[in-house]
């Protein structure tokens, strides 16, 4: 398995730039309808994609501290980092 450090920190990386994209987009490329609804189709991405690619990254990010670390390293006190 390579660096799980690595791999989660780049993923934190994907999710916080597909979130300010996603905010982008809705400042910039959605409005409000009269009935309340948001119109995206002007958007480069659709919301419910990106939306869907932070969930699916998030997942990753769970099933590998399972790989490394099993079902009951998700709660257990990680150890400090060597130099």
């Keep these: 398995m390579p660096n799980s450090n690595l791999v989660h920190n780049l993923l934190n990386v994907a999710i916080i730039l597909i979130a300010a994209i996603t905010a982008g987009l809705s400042a910039y490329g ?5 009935n309340g609804s948001f119109d995206c ?20 990010k769970v ?4 790989g490394r670390d099993g079902l009951t390293g998700l709660a257990k006190p990680q150890p400090p980092v060597q130099k």
């Excluded at 959605?30 to 009269?34: A, D, I, S, Y």
């Excluded at 002007?42 to 699916?56: C, D, K, L």
């Design 63 to 66: 099933v590998i501290n399972i």
């Design 30 to 34: 959605c409005t409000t309808l009269p």
């Design 41 to 60: 189709t002007a958007s480069t991405i659709p919301p419910e994609w990106s939306g869907f690619i932070i969930a699916a990254l998030g997942v990753l």
